[in-house]
């Protein structure tokens, strides 16, 4: 009989990591497969989504300026950037990039080029309107909303639509000046 070769702990948390991937994926899978069967118009669906993730992000940005250890962005810019390169790859695994600035550094794409959220995902014909990772949009929003910042974030275009990335639209439509609580007399 052919000797086991003894795994290395990082061979054994890599695995676990991919396991741990591909259940969400299929659990995200799963949650949209039932809210099209429960709410039957896309249109709900593709709200109901944004309101799930907007409800995420509100509570995610605790941990995330927890784990991040990011201080607070100089502006709109920086932000983006850190959705982009920090906050990606803490919850997905994966890094996007911005650009589109507008003049004034408020509107930006975000792309995503590797999605673990649509691995396994193919929309058939008649689910063409779903915008199936609506999530994503509301949880930057929720985010966003919890540091001052009120965004609008829109899908400009779909891998799974046949475009060729995914590229989300994020639009700072005011930010509100935070107030120290307490006054210093
Ligand atoms: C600041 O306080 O100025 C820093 C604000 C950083 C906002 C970061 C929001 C993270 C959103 C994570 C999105 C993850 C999507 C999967």
């Given at each position: 009989m052919a000797p086991v070769a003894p795994r290395?702990?990082?061979?054994?948390?890599?695995?676990?990591?991919?396991?741990?991937?591909?259940l969400f994926t299929l659990t995200y899978g799963a949650i949209v497969r039932q809210l099209l069967?429960?709410?039957?118009?896309?249109d709900e669906v593709n709200?109901?989504?944004d309101q799930m993730g907007y409800n995420i992000g509100i509570r995610l940005i605790d941990e995330f300026l927890a784990k991040s250890n990011v201080s607070r962005c100089v502006d709109f810019r920086e932000t983006a950037d850190v959705i982009a390169k920090v906050g990606f790859k803490m919850f997905l695994g994966v890094t996007a990039s911005v650009t589109n600035w507008d003049a004034e550094g408020?509107?930006?794409s975000i792309i995503l080029e590797d999605n673990p959220l649509v691995d396994f995902v193919?929309?058939?014909?008649?689910y063409q309107g779903l915008y199936y990772c609506n999530i994503l949009s509301g949880?930057?929003?929720?985010?966003?909303?919890?540091?001052?910042m009120k965004a609008e974030v829109t899908w400009l275009r779909?891998?799974?639509r046949g475009d060729d990335?995914?590229?989300l639209q994020v639009k700072l439509l005011k930010q509100v000046p935070e107030e120290y609580p307490y006054k210093d007399d």
């Open positions: 290395t702990g990082d061979a054994i948390f890599a695995n676990i990591e991919r396991v741990n991937a591909e069967t429960d709410l039957e118009e896309v709200k109901q989504l408020t509107t930006c193919e929309l058939p014909d008649n949880v930057i929003r929720g985010a966003l909303d919890m540091v001052s779909d891998a799974l990335v995914f590229e």
